[in-house]
């Protein structure tokens, strides 16, 4: 049985919808970063598309958190459960 991500993870692109649930980032803050040139997209009509690649791209240009004590590591996954 499959899950949602194994689905996605079969298509070349995400919908914008897709992508902020992927990134999990809210809508204001997809399009900003889409705005200042960070995502790479697609339009079709009015339909966005955003593409694994292009998504990986700019997940791996964030800067990485590595100041994170295993207390705040700790205290974000107890929210997530």
Wanted: net charge neutral; aromatic share 10%.
């Amino acid at each position: 049985m499959s899950n949602y991500y194994d689905d996605m993870l079969m298509r070349p692109a995400m919908s914008f919808d897709e992508f902020c649930r992927w990134a999990s980032i809210d809508r204001h803050t997809a399009d900003r970063e889409i705005a200042q040139g960070n995502i790479e997209v697609r339009k079709r009509s009015r339909q966005i598309s955003i593409s694994f690649s292009a998504a990986l791209r700019w997940l791996h240009s964030l800067p990485a958190n590595t100041s994170a004590s295993h207390d705040d590591i700790r205290a974000y996954t107890a929210v997530g459960s």
